[in-house]
């Protein structure tokens, strides 16, 4: 199993002291998170992408390229691409040289974003959302797997004996997750290509992932990628830790009470109890997070938004530091006991490489 951290990239007012940090600071700031969190032995540094303040992620290739650089291990992901208003052959070629320079430490995750006027800045409207999403990414699917292609759709200009270039890295394309807070269809889309399912489980009661999930296994089964308990799932998640359950409480209230997302909004004890938010101890984190298995089944990726909200970045490597040494090795070790040997592990180009090779190796062995 994944454990890894995302950020949104929020420009946000310490709400303790006042200071606004520049958008140079913010984006150092993610860029020590991301280094901090292969020190710790996370897996996975995911960044959001958004095109207008506060935040600043513009860009995820330029800045996982730069982590890419600095690290060894980590896995580098998105926590949104745009599917709908970047064109997929930008994506297709700007993630494949991506990959090719980080040695195929490279995933990402579709979405159609929570900000409605990203669509006219980019020519498109947001009624063709979901219509988007699934153009668009039918002709990513392609651009990666298929040498040259010819296409004619709805929202684009047709491509005639065009090959996208580089070519994924030893012919594997990225892997991908299709991440969705409420869309039904974007469930059904990464059941239908088999790929992986990441609910966001920030906002919305346990119900509600449970349903978004269960839909995609059952949809996953369905189209005959393997048994529902196969899919491929991951999970978002919150939390602020301090070694004393009160403490954590009384330092974080501050900054959730203002929030660009949810402050001025329920109470902290309300969205905790009503969200999968997790204020507290190390202890309490992990029994909290252990229990997603309950509703979920076995997944493959976690990962913990936790810089955002004006939390400055000493408290930030601070949450780092308790969850690398003292969460993370639990939640592993508990996590790997439960899952049974027929549910796969989180996806990797190393794996993904092996089954391709395997798979041919026995295809010329039938002949």
């Known amino acids: 199993m994944q454990f890894g ?3 949104v990239g929020d420009v946000t007012v310490d709400p303790t002291t006042g200071r606004l940090p520049s958008e140079r600071d913010r984006i150092k700031a993610m860029t020590t998170i991301a280094l901090k969190a292969e020190e710790v032995g996370l897996d996975v540094f995911a960044t959001g992408e ?3 303040p506060p935040f600043v992620p513009s860009s995820p290739t330029t800045m996982l390229g730069w982590i890419a650089a600095r690290t060894e291990r980590l896995l580098l992901s998105t926590s949104t691409t745009l599917i709908t208003t970047n064109d997929p052959v930008k994506i297709a070629e700007d993630y494949a040289m991506l990959q090719h320079l980080a040695d195929g430490r490279v995933d990402l995750m579709m979405g159609r974003g929570n900000t409605g006027p990203v669509y006219p800045w980019f020519g498109q409207d947001i009624r063709n959302g979901i219509p988007l999403a699934i153009e668009n990414y039918d002709l990513l699917h392609r651009l990666w797997r298929e040498d040259v292609v010819d296409w004619k759709g709805r ?3 047709p491509l005639q004996s065009f090959t996208s270039t580089p070519r994924p890295l030893d012919g594997i394309p990225p892997f991908v997750w299709h991440g969705s807070i409420r869309s039904p269809e974007i469930a059904e889309q990464a059941a239908y290509y088999g790929d992986g399912f990441f609910a966001n489980h920030i906002f919305w009661p346990k119900e509600h992932t449970q349903r978004m999930v269960g839909l ?4 996953f089964a369905h189209y005959g990628h393997g048994s529902a308990d196969q899919a491929i799932v991951g999970l978002g998640g919150q939390v602020f830790m301090r070694r004393n359950s009160q403490d954590a409480v009384r330092e974080f209230r501050p900054y959730f009470d203002n929030a660009p997302v949810y402050g001025h909004g329920p109470s902290l004890e309300e969205f905790t ?5 997790t204020v507290g101890s190390p202890q309490q984190v992990i029994d909290r997070t252990l229990g997603f298995r309950e509703y979920v089944g076995d997944y493959q990726r976690q990962l913990f938004l936790m810089d955002h909200a ?4 000493k408290t930030v490597l601070e949450q780092l530091d308790l ?3 003292e969460v993370v090795p639990v939640l ?4 790997d006991s439960m899952r049974p040997a027929h549910v796969p592990e989180a996806p990797t180009h190393a794996a993904l490489l092996a089954a391709r090779d395997a798979a041919t190796t026995t295809a010329e062995g039938d002949r």
Do not use: D, V
């Not at 995609?216 to 949809?219: D, G, N």
């Not at 109890?273 to 938010?277: A, G, I, M, N």
């Not at 592993?332 to 996590?335: A, D, I, L, N, S």
């Open 50 to 52: 958004h095109h207008n």
């Open 5 to 7: 951290i995302f950020t």
């Open 310 to 313: 004006g939390l400055p970045l």
């Open 332 to 335: 592993r070790k508990e996590f």
């Open 273 to 277: 109890r009503e969200t999968p938010l």
């Open 216 to 219: 995609y296994r059952e949809r």
């Open 155 to 157: 929202f684009r200009t």
């Open 323 to 325: 969850l690398g040494e």
